[in-house]
Each structure stands twice: as structure tokens, then as C-alpha cells.
């Protein structure tokens, strides 16, 4: 489904602030495999996201997504096919259109929609009111609402609903629960992986919960200094305990992960 | 105080210039971009009408003026999303080239006399006839509609793609929405807005001059300005009102300072004053709360101890 080969990228090169933030990084998922993405603070993870939606091009390297070279296409396009969550719940939406615009504008990536000049219809509404109450926040009956009204959880899985409206070929979660207190987390948590499970969307997701990055999906990637240090899944990730994982990630880079927010326990 | 010439004066003058309220309305407020071609495009516009107008094309001015305002817009968005030029001087620079281009319109003269020519308000004039407000109707007519299909549109899909860019550019960019091109629709419609008021206004005066969009940005955000502070809460709908009733209001303040004797050429440190105000106001309303807050702390202070 999406595969990497060899990409690098240098940040400022050339001067004193150049930042290696991309390693030759290869990296491949099957169609369904949802990953998750643990590493230090400055490993690579969100310029390893940034690098997939297009938010830049790589130095080097290549990336397919589905069967297509996306390597040099521009970010918008890529949006097409590619959803995307951030931490910051107000990033995903905009805060002066109602709910029901917002969808609409996330409903813009289905290939049927195809006249500029259509206006939000009769079944784009029912569709969107029955996506909401999916939800389970009661924001069906707040369609005409500006989303600057809601919370930050609801802003979340607002986001969720708009990333996954029309099935993206891959979903890129960039810790989009850590702004969440734990109850909200653990709902858009719940939502999340529901939907991910419904579509069989390909997935991946940056956490800083060691609990959630070997529980959640199946396989767990470890990064550091812009490079995929650790790939486990399948039978060994099963039976993977926390330290464990914190044991060979010290065995193959020569350090401890060191990540003033990581999250040890089970409940955090 | 005021006789009926007077208030269909400013009811006529303000709905001509809604048209640059609901313009800086779609680039300031929509897109969220200080668009400074507005005094340019202004002009054009007016060039544009008054030259059509002479040459005996009255009613082709006013799309020709349209078409023009476009392409100012254009060249700003061009400017400003493929050459990486900030916003507020990519609009600075197409204004200070649009000087030559207007005075290039109206033939290398900075005024076009249309006295004896046949202008879209004569034409309304002799099919309503002489004691009918035509001129009112005319301009009444233009905005509405104008403004009705802007607001319509702000309701499409592109329209909403084009509002979701300056509500929030992150967002839009994950919604496959292409921000170089709904900013570059969003400025052509703008300023294609902002010359028809220019070109309606030139019909309506019987005269162009190079000078007529000087300070236009501001006397159009002191309309929208003076709209959204008396009544711009709610819809989209509800928004479009406020900037055309205030641009009506903002006439009516210009014609009592004139009807108190203020010379004309004070009119543009009027505008600058009402804009500067209106837009302090916040920050002022804010500062005399938390001096009055002050003051009740320290009483309560000196009565306790």
C-alpha cells in the first residue's frame, strides 16, 4: 500500500542550523497494517508524516502510495487519498463555518463531486447527520453550529469523521489524542480505532503512550535520528511487555529512548 | 436638516460604494488578506466605464470594468501565492503600477469629462422618467444583486473552499483544496467588485479621475466597520446587509459633516479618523473596563484598611 524507499531529508543544509531529519528511510505497509510510531523527541516522526502528505519534498528517495509515485506531488492533491489528524484539535477544522460546512469541505475528496458551484444537498446533510450521530456526541443535532463552539475532544473527532468521510488509502495520526484530557482521549481512542476498523484503512500513528504504540494495530516502529530503528509485529509484538520494547530499542541505537513526554504506564 | 436630495444622495452614494464594503469583506474578512489593490482597482474601474461609456458602450463598461478589477486582483494573488511576495505589498505593488495603467485608459489624462455622455443612469433616466429616484433604483439594483450572488456563492463548494482558507489554511490543505487557486478566485472577485463600484460610480458622476480610488480601502473598512459593529452578528446573509447599511451610514456621517460646513478635503481625514476609532474601539473598551476594575480594587483596598 504506501512504500518508502530510501528517503532523506536535510533541513537548512549547508548551514549551521542543518538538521538530518530524514535517514534513507524505507519503510512498507501492507494494505490494512496499522502502525504505530514511537521515538525521542526529535527522531523524525512528524518529518517522517510531513514527508508522506507532501508538506514537503524529499531530498531524496521515493514514495508510493496505492501503486502511484506520489514523490513529487503537491500536498493538496495527495489530500485526496491521504487523511490526516494533528495534536492541536485546531488545526483539523474551521472555527468560523458550521459543522455541516466543514464536513462538506472534507466531502470535497470524493471523486463525485464534481461541480465548483453545487451547493451542500438534501443527502450530503442526511449523510452527515447520520456520520455524527456515529459519533456519539449528540453534534447531529448542532449541524448549523460553528465548530468554534465545541470542545477539544468533539473538535477531534470531528477532525476524525472529516479525515475518514471519504475512505482515505492511508490515515496519518500524529498523537491526536495528547491534547485530550484521558476520558476524551480514550473516547477519540475508541472512535478511532472502530473507524479504522470499519473501512480497513491503512494506517499510521505517532503516540508517546508505550502502552497504546504496542497495543494498538500491529505493528510498533522506533525511531531515531531520522531513521526506523526497530519494526516489530505479527507473533514476537504479541507477546512484547513494555520494557522489553525499551530494551531492544537501547540494544540497537546504543541509548535509552529519551522522551520527556513518553507515558510508561498502562493508564495514562 | 436634511432635504430629500440630500439623503437619496447618500442613499444613492452608499449602495454604489457597498460594492467596495462587500469586496473588503470577501478579501479582508473572508480570506483574511489585507488586499491593498483596492485603490487601484477602484480607479480602473472608473477609467475603464467612463472610456467604454465615451465611446458609446455604456453598459459594456460596467463587465469590461469587472473583467479588468479581475485581473488586478490576478496579478496580486499571482504575486503573492506563486512568487512568495507578502500580501499587503504584493496588493501595494499592482496599485502603484495600476497609476500608469489607468492614466494609460483614460488616454494619457488623469480626468475623462462624460457631461454630454450617454451613461447607464440616462438610459434608466429616460425609461423611468425625469421625477423617478432612477438613480437610486440603478444603483440600489446593482448591489443587491451583486451582492446576493457573491453571498450565494460563498455557499458552493468553491465558495466555502475559499472561506475555509482564511478561516484555517491547515485544514483546507488536508481537505484537497488547492490554496493558491481559491486565493486567487477569492482576489478576482474582489476586485472585479471593487471596479464595478468604481465604473458605477463614474457613470454616476459623469466623470473619472485618476485620483477618485485614493483612500478607497479605508473608506470602504470604515463602511464595513461601521455595518459589522452595528449589526454584523449572525449569517452570511446577515453580513452582507451590515456592510451595504454601512456603507449608507458611512454617507450620511459624510453628509452631515458637509451640511456643518467641514471643507471636502477633509473628508479623507474624516474617514481615517472613523476607521482608526472603529477599529481601536475594542482595545479602548477593554482598557477603560480594566481602569474601572482598577479603581473598585483600590477603593476596596483603602476601605479595608
Redesign the interface.
Known amino acids: 500500500m504506501l512504500d518508502l524507499k530510501r528517503v532523506s531529508k536535510t533541513f537548512n543544509p549547508g548551514t549551521v542550523n542543518e538538521k538530518v531529519a530524514l535517514q534513507n528511510v524505507d519503510l512498507h505497509l501492507e494494505e490494512g497494517d496499522f502502525a504505530t510510531i514511537v521515538g525521542s523527541n526529535g527522531a523524525g516522526k512528524s518529518t517522517l508524516f510531513n514527508a508522506i502528505?507532501g508538506e514537503f519534498i524529499a531530498d531524496t528517495g521515493t514514495i508510493t502510495l496505492a501503486g502511484q509515485d506520489i514523490t513529487m506531488m503537491?500536498?493538496?492533491?495527495r489530500?485526496?487519498v491521504i487523511?490526516?489528524m494533528?495534536q492541536d484539535p485546531?488545526?483539523?477544522?474551521?472555527?468560523?463555518?458550521t459543522i455541516e460546512?466543514?464536513l462538506?469541505?472534507?466531502f470535497?475528496?470524493a471523486s463525485h463531486?464534481t461541480?465548483?458551484?453545487?451547493?451542500?444537498s438534501k443527502a450530503d446533510r442526511a449523510l452527515f447527520a447520520e456520520k455524527l450521530s456515529a459519533l456519539g456526541l449528540g453534534l447531529e443535532d448542532r449541524m448549523k453550529q460553528p465548530v468554534g463552539l465545541l470542545s477539544g475532544g468533539q473538535r477531534q473527532a470531528l477532525t476524525l469523521l472529516?479525515?475518514t468521510l471519504v475512505t482515505p488509502k492511508l490515515l496519518l495520526l500524529d498523537e491526536h489524542t495528547a491534547a485530550l484530557d484521558p476520558a476524551t482521549a480514550e473516547k477519540v481512542l475508541d472512535l478511532t480505532k472502530k473507524i479504522v476498523a470499519e473501512h480497513h484503512i491503512t494506517c499510521l500513528m505517532i503516540t508517546h503512550n508505550m502502552h497504546d504504540a504496542l497495543t494498538l494495530g500491529n505493528r510498533t516502529l522506533l525511531m531515531d535520528h531520522g531513521r526506523i530503528v526497530l519494526d516489530v509485529g505479527g507473533e514476537e509484538r504479541t507477546h512484547m511487555t513494555v520494557p522489553e520494547l525499551l530494551d531492544r530499542f537501547a540494544q540497537n541505537v546504543g541509548h535509552q529512548l529519551d522522551n520527556d513526554r513518553i507515558l510508561l504506564s498502562k493508564d495514562a | 436638516m436634511f432635504t430629500v436630495a440630500t439623503v437619496l444622495n447618500a442613499l444613492e452614494l452608499g449602495f454604489i460604494y457597498a460594492l467596495v464594503a462587500m469586496a473588503l469583506f470577501l478579501s479582508f474578512r473572508v480570506l483574511n488578506i489585507a488586499d491593498m489593490t483596492t485603490d487601484g482597482a477602484f480607479t480602473l474601474g472608473c477609467a475603464v466605464s467612463a472610456t467604454a461609456a465615451v465611446a458609446g458602450h455604456p453598459f459594456l463598461g460596467l463587465p469590461l470594468a469587472m473583467l479588468s478589477g479581475a485581473v488586478a486582483g490576478f496579478v496580486t494573488a499571482f504575486l503573492q501565492t506563486r512568487l512568495a511576495v507578502p500580501s499587503i505589498l504584493a496588493g501595494i505593488i499592482t496599485n502603484t503600477g495600476l497609476y500608469t495603467v489607468n492614466l494609460a485608459v483614460m488616454g494619457f489624462s488623469s480626468n475623462v469629462p462624460m457631461l454630454k455622455t450617454e451613461t447607464i443612469f440616462t438610459t434608466a433616466q429616460a425609461l423611468l422618467g425625469e421625477n423617478s429616484p432612477y438613480k437610486l433604483v440603478v444603483a440600489a439594483l446593482i448591489t443587491v444583486v451583486v451582492c446576493a450572488l457573491l453571498i450565494l456563492?460563498l455557499?458552493?463548494?468553491?465558495g466555502?473552499?475559499i472561506?475555509?482558507t482564511g478561516?484555517?489554511p491547515?485544514?483546507?490543505?488536508?481537505?484537497?483544496?488547492?490554496?493558491t487557486f481559491t486565493i486567487t478566485v477569492g482576489l478576482c472577485i474582489a476586485n472585479a467588485m471593487t471596479s464595478l463600484s468604481g465604473a458605477v460610480l463614474a457613470q454616476y458622476q459623469k466623470s473619472a479621475d485618476i485620483n477618485l480610488g485614493t483612500g478607497m480601502v479605508v473608506i470602504g473598512l470604515a463602511s464595513l466597520i461601521i455595518g459589522e459593529t452595528l449589526f454584523g452578528r449572525g449569517g452570511m446573509w446577515t453580513k452582507a446587509v451590515a456592510a451595504v447599511a454601512g456603507s449608507v451610514i458611512y454617507r450620511f456621517i459624510i453628509a452631515i459633516a458637509l451640511r456643518a460646513n467641514v471643507p471636502s478635503e477633509c473628508l479623507k481625514l474624516i474617514s481615517a479618523v472613523i476607521v482608526a476609532l472603529a477599529i481601536a474601539a475594542p482595545a479602548l473598551q477593554a482598557r477603560a473596563a480594566f481602569r474601572r476594575r482598577r479603581a473598585h480594587a483600590e477603593k476596596e483596598g483603602a476601605t479595608r484598611a
Open positions: 502528505a503537491p500536498d493538496y492533491r489530500s485526496k487523511g490526516r494533528f485546531l488545526k483539523g477544522t474551521a472555527p468560523h463555518m460546512e466543514n462538506a469541505l472534507a470535497l475528496r463531486q461541480s465548483p458551484f453545487s451547493r451542500i472529516m479525515a | 456563492f455557499g458552493t463548494r468553491l466555502l473552499s472561506r475555509a478561516d484555517n491547515d485544514m483546507v490543505r488536508a481537505s484537497s483544496i488547492n490554496t
